[in-house]
């Protein structure tokens, strides 16, 4: 038998599903351009610091199913701040964690890892997703899954010069960089074209230990103010 008759003829050949359309990203985070990671005690802790974040500005917030409690408070925090506020959930390491966050109403889904199947599912319910990653292999495969944009984790290990080089190999991919990006770095993330940035400690500050709420929405404005002007520069 010749070599050619061992190939599958295209009539042979499995047929392909297509993938969802790619979600695309919120009005809220376009127009903002920040995400705040919340790691608290308690999910309860959670609505006074949300408030705070409205006041300055911030208006994405990232609940992390590292505090415990998320699940009961994520349906209250969408009724209290839905009408304002974008409220996702993040540190999503499986489908089925994925699948009860959007089934509660979560605006997004985020994760720290790479996970096809949870990408896929974002998109099948048209909800956007962050998939994790440093190397261009997994951000690569994140976007191609369907990802709305790639986070770029941990960020403040590469710089935000990496923005250049992969757009080199990949002039559409859509990166948020998380994970050691502090408020000084905001202009230079923005700058290099990321669609949005994603602080944790720098922004929240001590606003879970007791610390002046006020003190955080200055730092949330501040934040702001910083990826206003640095879009302006691009």
């Not at 990232?62 to 506020?85: A, K, N, Q, Y």
């Not at 495969?141 to 190999?169: D, E, M």
């Amino acid at each position: 038998m010749s070599q050619t008759n061992l190939r599958e003829s295209p009539a042979t050949q499995p047929a392909t599903r297509s993938a969802p359309a790619r979600p695309a990203p919120s009005t809220i985070l376009r127009t903002s351009g920040v995400v705040a990671v919340l790691r608290a005690r308690h999910a309860k802790d959670y609505a006074p610091v949300i408030d705070g974040l409205r006041e300055g500005g911030v208006l994405s917030a990232e609940l992390t199913l590292s505090t415990p409690g998320v699940w009961d408070e994520l349906p209250r925090l969408l009724d209290r701040f839905g009408d304002e506020m974008e409220i996702g959930v993040g540190t999503v390491t499986t489908a089925a964690e994925a699948g009860t966050a959007l089934d509660l109403g979560a605006s997004y889904i985020v994760t720290p890892i790479m996970v096809p199947e949870i990408v896929e599912l974002c998109a099948e319910r048209a909800v956007p997703v962050f998939p994790g990653g440093l190397t261009p292999t997994e951000l690569h495969a994140g976007w191609a899954a369907g990802a709305t944009a790639v986070k770029v984790f941990p960020a403040s290990t590469v710089g935000p010069g990496y923005i250049h080089q992969l757009r080199g190999p990949f002039p559409e991919l859509q990166v948020v960089p998380s994970g050691g990006v502090d408020i000084d770095d905001v202009p230079a993330w923005i700058r290099a074209g990321a669609l949005a940035v994603s602080l944790g400690g720098p922004l929240l500050g001590d606003a879970f230990k007791g610390g002046d709420l006020r003190d955080l929405t200055a730092r949330a404005h501040r934040v702001r103010s910083l990826v206003d002007e640095a879009r302006g520069e691009r």
